[in-house]
């Protein structure tokens, strides 16, 4: 009998396996099995490892650097143990409860607070409870909040967070958090009085296509570091690093390394400033996926058992469409795709994703439907609304439904069929 566990959406799922990623059961064999009613997350361990693994090596080799995993991104510690086993050492954590999880897990881990705005309780808790010495900041008023709270100590990291232009992600982050150049040259003077390792860090977007947008940043960084006159220990390039969607086909990963590499040849920054990036999305979303079953049909329209509420979030407002696949234990079907939208099972209107999702024109009431790149921010969003929080959780030995190019993980389908 294959083994599942539930989750609740407010408490990621704590285990150990000792199987083997040879004893693990596929999709279809699990959907088989158990003929699920609730979603079914699915963890792919061995597209973790590989992801990680091409990833952390790829920017190794163009920079010399570390990779901080965007623990946000999924913090579950199932997609956590896979990542360290594929090389990555170093946490970006927003969170004392992310911190927790990870210090925890892994003691001898590099933990970063990366979180330009924090309570006073929360640097308290990471500095005196969890060894955290390295954190983020945008503005004097953080800066000597974090001296204050630390006991003003001689072992920090601080790291300013610069601001970006609003660029051409998919999703924009450039009105939240960042110092403006002259902001960010002073802090970067007091910091450098005060802390022992000092960087400067930046965020291009999340989903960007564009790999001369790291160029660009290293560049404006480049120019605060040499208009304050200051040698930074660090440089963070941030995330932002895209995968696949059935609409968005990012270039090869390759092609951000060498852009990366371009500005930093550039700016001419001394032999020891350490390079740091921060991805979330690009090292986990292909990395998990989720079955859902259907409810009703209404002519094109689907009544599925999750929604915007749920894992998909990203399927609603962003509209971000997800490769799928139907899973029918009975047979395959041979009938054509068509355009699909789904409705979440909430009683929201609110809760109703358009797609399209393509799907057998024959797809009924019964089927269920695996959605593939749910790795990043699709179980980690599950709210508790209405009550439809209970989710099951299984690690699998199937291919990605999508590849990312670059990162050496092959398709479940053809791209015609996502």
Same mark, same amino acid.
């Given at each position: %009998? ?11 799922? +704590? ?16 959907? /088989? ?22 990833? $952390? ?10 990779? *901080? ?8 510690? /199932?997609? *956590? ?15 004392? =409860? ?15 607070? %990366? ?8 640097? +308290? ?45 998919? %999703? ?11 902001? =960010? @040259?002073? *802090? ?19 989903? %960007? ?9 290293? *560049?404006?960084?480049?120019? $605060? ?48 400033? +350490? ?6 999305? =690009? ?8 079955? $859902? ?29 997800? &490769? ?6 009975? !047979? ?27 799907? &057998? ?43 990312? /190019? !670059?990162? !050496? @993980? ?9």
């Amino acid at each position: %009998m294959t083994q599942t566990r539930f989750r609740s959406a407010v408490a990621p799922l +704590r285990r150990n396996t000792t199987r083997t990623i040879a004893a693990l059961p596929t999709v279809d064999a699990l959907v /088989a099995e158990l003929r699920p009613a609730e979603p079914l997350h699915c963890i792919r361990p061995q597209v973790l490892r590989a992801t990680a693994r091409r990833f $952390v090596d790829s920017f190794a080799a163009a920079t010399g650097g570390d990779v *901080l995993y965007a623990v946000k991104c999924n913090p579950d510690p /199932a997609f *956590l143990r896979n990542l360290w086993k594929g090389g990555v050492r170093h946490f970006d954590c927003a969170s004392p =409860a992310e911190i927790r999880i990870v210090r925890s897990m892994f003691p001898e881990a590099e933990v970063h607070y %990366m979180h330009p705005v924090k309570n006073r309780a929360a640097i +308290r808790q990471a500095y005196y409870g969890h060894d955290v010495r390295d954190f983020s900041l945008d503005s004097v008023e953080e800066l000597e909040k974090i001296l204050a709270e630390t006991g003003r100590a001689k072992d920090l990291g601080l790291f300013i967070r610069l601001a970006m232009p609003k660029g051409n992600a998919a %999703m924009d982050l450039s009105g939240k958090f960042g110092a403006d150049k002259d902001t =960010a @040259v002073t *802090l970067l003077r007091r910091a450098r009085a005060v802390g022992r390792r000092v960087g400067l860090c930046f965020h291009v977007g999340s989903q %960007m296509l564009d790999p001369a947008a790291y160029t660009r940043a290293i *560049l404006m960084a480049g120019g $605060v570091v040499a208009a304050a006159g200051v040698e930074v220990d660090v440089l963070d390039v941030g995330g932002g690093f895209p995968v696949s969607y059935p609409d968005m086909e990012p270039p090869d990963l390759s092609l951000f390394m060498d852009a990366i590499a371009e500005g930093l040849r550039a700016i001419a920054l001394p032999a020891s400033t +350490r390079i740091w990036c921060e991805p979330g999305r =690009a090292l986990v979303a292909a990395g998990g996926s989720v079955v $859902v079953q259907v409810e009703r049909r209404r002519g094109d329209e689907l009544f599925v058992n999750d929604g915007v509420y749920g894992s998909l979030s990203d399927a609603g407002v962003p509209a971000f469409r997800f &490769p799928c696949r139907l899973v029918r234990p009975s !047979g395959d079907s041979d009938a054509p795709l068509l355009p699909f939208s789904f409705w979440g099972p909430t009683c929201d209107s609110a809760d109703r994703m358009r797609g399209p999702f393509l799907l &057998p024109a024959d797809v009924r009431e019964g089927d269920w439907i695996e959605i593939g790149q749910l790795g990043a921010y699709g179980a980690t969003l599950r709210t508790e609304f209405n009550g439809f929080d209970q989710a099951r959780l299984a690690e699998v030995v199937d291919p990605p439904l999508l590849e990312t /190019a !670059g990162h !050496g @993980v092959s398709p479940r389908l053809p791209r015609m069929a996502a």
